[in-house]
C-alpha cells in the first residue's frame, strides 16, 4: 500500500509560476514510477508527465513539455512538478499517482495508487 499526499497548489496569475509536492509513505518510494496528471471541471482526467524510479527518465505531455519539469527526490520520499508560464488552461485538480511496472506510462488507468489532488487555477 501506498499513500500520496499532494501539496503546493494554489492561485497564480498566467505567467506566473507553482511547484507542487507529493509527498508518499507506505512502499519503497524509489521501487516505482510516479506521475503527475490533472482534471479541469467537465474533462477527464489526463497525463502531466512521469518520472522513472530512478529519475533518469522522464516524459511530458505536448502541452506542457518546456513549461512544466517532473523531479523526485527519492531520499526524502517526494516528487514535484515545477510549472512555469502557467496558463489559464492549466487550471485543474492536478494529482499524482504510483506505478508498479518497469516502464513509465502516460495512462491514467496503468497507475495503481492515487493521492487526493491539489487544486492550481490560473487566472488571466
Known amino acids: 500500500q501506498v499513500q500520496l499526499v499532494e501539496s503546493g497548489g494554489g492561485l497564480v496569475q498566467a505567467g506566473g509560476s507553482l511547484r507542487l509536492s507529493c509527498a508518499a509513505s507506505g512502499r519503497t518510494f524509489s521501487s516505482y514510477n510516479m506521475g503527475w496528471f490533472r482534471q479541469a471541471p467537465g474533462k477527464e482526467r489526463e497525463f502531466v508527465a512521469a518520472i522513472s524510479w530512478s529519475g533518469r527518465e522522464t516524459t511530458y505531455a505536448n502541452s506542457v513539455n518546456g513549461r512544466f519539469t517532473i523531479a523526485r527526490d527519492n531520499a526524502k520520499n517526494t516528487v514535484y512538478l515545477q510549472m512555469n508560464i502557467l496558463k489559464p488552461e492549466d487550471t485543474a485538480v492536478y494529482y499524482c499517482?504510483?506505478?508498479?511496472?518497469?516502464?513509465?506510462?502516460?495512462?491514467?488507468?496503468?497507475?495503481?495508487?492515487w493521492g487526493q489532488g491539489t487544486q492550481v487555477t490560473v487566472s488571466s
Open positions: 499517482a504510483a506505478d508498479l511496472s518497469s516502464v513509465v506510462r502516460a495512462l491514467v488507468t496503468e497507475y495503481d495508487y
